[in-house]
Every structure is written in C-alpha cells, then in structure tokens.
C-alpha cells in the first residue's frame, strides 16, 4: 500500500505513538461501554458507586487525551510530509532542464504543489482517525463475542453489509457527480464568453439573445442535475442511518431468538452496538478517502520520477568550472530539432555557426518563428545541443562545465520573469542601486529596500528596465537580451541603444542582442540574420 509505504519512509517517528495511543482508545472506548450498563444497573438499584464514577471520569478523560494526541499528532505529521514533498520537487525542478520542464508544463507541476498536496493535507488526518476508529471496531467485536457471539455475528454482519452498500451507493454517486460538474461547467463557458466577449456581445441584439438562451438552458441543466445529486444523497444518507439504527433492533427483536440466554446480557450489548454506528459510519466514509489518497500519491511519485530523472542527468553540469570568463563564444554546427510526442521533426534550428566576443555589440534579426529564441536557449545552454558543440575561447565547454557557464550570463528572455525580491545579490549599495533607478528614470516609481524592489506592479517596459538592472547588479560579463527594447517607449529606446549598450561594450561586456531595429544596426559590430533556423551573417551594405 502506497500510503502506508510513504508514511513509513517519509515520517516513521510517530507511527508506533499513533498505534500505541490508538489501542489505548479503543480498550477506553469498550470500558466505558462496560461501565455505563454496570453503573446504570446499580443507579437503578438506587445506589452510586463512587469506584464507578471515578473509573467513568478517568476513562472519559483517557478517551479525550487520545483523540487530541492522534488529531493533533496526524495534522503535524500530514503537514511535515507535505513540506518534505514540496521541498523535494522544489530542488528537482531548480535541478531539471527546460526541455522537461516544457514537457511536463506550468500547469502540470503547479496542480500538484497545490491542489493534489491539498488532498493529502485534507485526507490524511481523516485517514487515521478512520484507523483510529477500526481498530475500536475489533475491540468492540471482540467485547460483543465475549458477550454473545451470535449477538456479534448478526452486528457486525449488518454492519458490514452498510458499509458495502455505503461505498456502492458513493459509487454511483460519482456519476452524477461529474454530470453535476459538466453542466456547471457549462454554465462557466458561457458566462466566460459573455464577459470576455461582452463588446461583441453589446454589439449584436440576436446574438446577445441566443447566448442568453443558452446560459439559461444550462443553468436548467445544472439545477435538474445538482437536485438529482441532492435527492440521490438524501435517499442513501437515509438508508445509511436506517441500517445503523436497525443494528438495536437486531439485539432487542432478533438475538433473542438464537440465544436463550442473551437476556442477562441484552443491555450491554445494545449499549455496545449504539457504539458501532459511530465507527461503522466513519470507516465507510474513510475507506474511499483510502484510494483518493493513494492515486494522489501516485500523481505526485510520477512527477517526481520525472524530475528526478532529469536531475540526474543534469547534475553532471556542476562538477566542472571554465578557466575564466570567455572572451569569446561560439557555437560550431549546433542544431536542435523540435519534435512531437511520436518523434517526427516540427522544427530545426540550425546546423548553426557565430562567434560573439567579449567588449563586442552582437545583434541577432530575423521575422518571427525564425529561431531566434530557439538560437538563445541553445547559447545559453538551457536546452542540450542534438549536434555541435558550444565553444568558449575554442574549446568546447563540457557537460560538467555547462552550469559554471551558465552561470556568467544575464539574460532577459523574450518571456522573462522578474523577482521581486533580489535573489543572489547581497550587501547591495543602497546609493549605487538607486543611482542606476535614476539612469533607468524608474527612480520615480520604485526602490530596493530590504533587498528587494518596492513593486513589480509596472508596464512590460518598465520591468524590462528593472530586469537590466538586475543584471548590471549581476556585473556577469556575458548580457543576452532578446527584444528587449521592443516594449519601450521611443525616448528610451533610442537611449538603450546609444548609451545603455555603448557603456556595456566600453566595460568590455559581451552583448548579445536580439532585436527588429535596423535604424540602429550600424551601433553592431556584427550582425546575424534568423531565416527558417538558418543563422547568416549581414555584410556591411546590408546593415547600413
């Protein structure tokens, strides 16, 4: 059993506890269910046992102290395995490549760090209390063979039997339930294109009508499908509680008939089987939580076998460290093709050569869907090469050098994300962080302070511009950008490209930049063109 396995592996320290404190229950459970008949008989007899009363208060206290110790115990424990898994495919993910992750997708990884560990954080506690409340169902079997065997036969058959019926019924609620989630969903598809599309709508009488009709007609459906659903659970809810209730009946009208004796014994067992209802009940409701939890656990042990094995063939990448910083890179005969799920071609980048170099201004054009992005991920190393190598100052860098290289360069992707908080960057000096806001003209609008920025809340532009500042933090001395002036306004464009580059250039930067603005070409010492994967390089007519 998967659960059982995990729990074993992954939080051993309180298992025996649970177990211990939880026979401990049960065997309190089943005295006070002996106490109470005893102490009702001597009630009657109009005395009361103070030997009794105390042995009750101590029991109940007993019964008390356990449940908190396996609540308490259970909602810790489901909570340290949830941030052991988090932390686990946190560290396989930051140690994954981009080809994998792209594979496994955003969606994907953040389902299972958020809702699937939310099912584990919701179950699991249920989960023990639903062993808690087993293993008092066997000491109250064997309490109520002690009393009559017949007595426990018929009980505990009957209970068996709702159970079963319990778990058929939920079963097939499942139907109804997913009927009840389709219409629903219905419902949300139309009032999604009613919003999204509400100028379209607005604009056009017939058409407004007939989606009107149609969310009506769906949230007919819903309502139908959702009362089905109600009526359904209301009609097994209470046959559930008729079958546990009919659990008395059975000792007061039906034992009797097979036991001659039964009568000496008839109140304790009733007592006894009013307590079954309870756990019956419970153990019923667990026992499909059961294999929720276990197809949770297998979602998440598969993401991470995913990861994991990415992992480990990435990890060979930190072993190795570069001589130095390079004065140049290149890249000789690289290629990546992109392929689909059955492994045929969609696209191919290269085979490609370029050589950039340090204190150099490198511009990479071409139309979109050319490869230009393509071309950056291989340079920068974050997708593996199908042929061809990269080459620092000629010498190919090595699988164990690829995060030591990786590591000496800023890059602003087409599709970057900016921190808000400055990872990496310690000890920042407050006057030079804010004499770079000013040079940005972003010092109007947001500071670093406690070693992050004030806000990230700001246009595509302006991130941008916090973006390189990042990276003139940084002070990596390779720069890739890719479109990054493309989202700035005509003022700050033109200052990017004859002052921001020039200073990185003159600090003997090496930029890498992908851009459509050939008004500035001639700032380029060399210029590459994207052609349908194919990398060329520009001559000096075409550029000027």
């Known amino acids: 059993m998967r659960l059982f396995k995990t729990a074993v592996r992954e939080i051993p320290e309180n298992m025996k506890s649970l177990l211990w404190v939880n026979t401990i229950s049960a065997l309190s459970t089943t005295a006070f269910i002996s106490i109470v008949p005893a102490a009702t008989k001597e009630a009657a007899g109009g005395r009361i046992s103070l030997r009794m009363l105390l042995l009750f208060v101590f029991v109940v206290v007993l019964i008390h102290f356990t449940q908190i110790f396996t609540l308490v115990t259970a909602s810790r424990d489901t909570e340290r395995l949830i941030h052991k898994l988090r932390i686990r495919i946190f560290d396989l993910v930051r140690r994954s490549d981009l080809v994998t992750i792209d594979r496994i997708g955003r969606a994907n990884l953040q389902s299972v760090l958020t809702q699937e560990m ?43 039997l709702t159970v ?30 009613l919003l999204d599309g509400f100028k379209e709508v607005r604009m056009d009488g017939p058409k407004a009508e007939e989606l009107t009709n149609a969310l009506a007609e769906s949230s007919i459906a819903a309502r139908q499908a959702n009362a089905t659903l109600k009526a359904r659970w209301g009609w097994n809810y209470s046959l559930i509680e008729s079958m546990l209730y009919s659990l008395a009946g059975l000792m007061v009208f039906v034992v009797p008939l097979f036991s001659a004796g039964f009568y000496e014994v008839a109140m304790q067992a009733t007592f006894a089987v009013l307590f079954i209802s309870g756990p019956v009940s419970t153990v019923s409701f667990v ?24 992992a480990e063939a990435a990890e060979a990448e930190s072993k190795g460290q570069l001589e130095g910083n390079p004065a140049t890179i290149a890249l000789r005969d690289a290629s990546l093709a992109y392929r689909d799920s059955e492994g045929a071609s969609l696209f191919t980048v290269g085979p490609a050569r370029a050589e950039f170099h340090a204190g150099q201004v490198t511009f990479i054009t071409g139309g979109n869907g050319s490869g230009k992005s393509s071309l950056l991920r291989m340079l920068t190393g974050l997708i ?53 806001l000013r040079r940005f003209e972003m010092f109007d609008k947001v500071q670093v302070r406690n070693g992050a920025f004030t806000t990230t809340d700001l246009s595509s532009g302006q991130r941008k511009r916090l973006a390189l500042i990042v990276a003139e933090l940084e002070d990596k001395p390779i720069i890739v950008l890719d479109e990054w002036a493309a989202d700035q306004d005509p003022h700050f464009r033109k200052f990017f490209y004859e002052e921001i580059l020039p200073n990185l250039k003159a ?5 890498i930049c992908v851009t459509h603005d050939d008004r500035w070409f001639h700032l380029a010492d060399k210029v590459y063109r994207m052609i349908e994967g194919r990398i060329e390089e520009l001559n000096g007519k075409e550029i000027a």
Do not use: N
């Not at 179950?123 to 109520?144: D, N, R, T």
């Not at 061809?388 to 010498?395: F, Q």
């Not at 860098?397 to 310690?426: G, N, P, T, V």
């Not at 600090?507 to 930029?511: A, F, T």
């Open 507 to 511: 600090r003997g930067k090496m930029i």
């Open 118 to 160: 939310q099912v584990l954080a919701e179950v699991l506690p249920m989960i023990v209390v639903g062993s808690q409340h087993a293993i008092i169902l066997v000491f109250l079997a064997i309490y109520l063979a002690w009393l009559s065997p017949v007595a426990c036969l018929l009980a505990f058959g009957l209970a068996g």
């Open 164 to 193: 079963v019926v319990r778990l058929k019924r939920t079963s097939e609620l499942h139907t109804f339930l997913q009927s009840s989630a389709a219409a629903e969903g219905r419902i949300f598809d139309g009032l999604t294109e």
């Open 287 to 310: 026992a499909p939580l059961a294999a929720q939890a276990e197809m949770t656990l297998e979602t998440i042990e598969t993401m991470q076998d995913k990861l994991k094995a990415a």
């Open 384 to 436: 593996p090469l199908d042929a061809g190598s990269i080459v620092a100052d000629g010498h190919p860098i090595e699988k164990e050098q690829m995060q030591d290289y990786r590591d000496r360069i800023s890059a602003i992707f087409s599709d970057f994300h900016l921190s808000r908080r400055l990872y990496s960057l310690s000890d920042l000096d407050v006057s030079a962080t804010d004499q770079l």
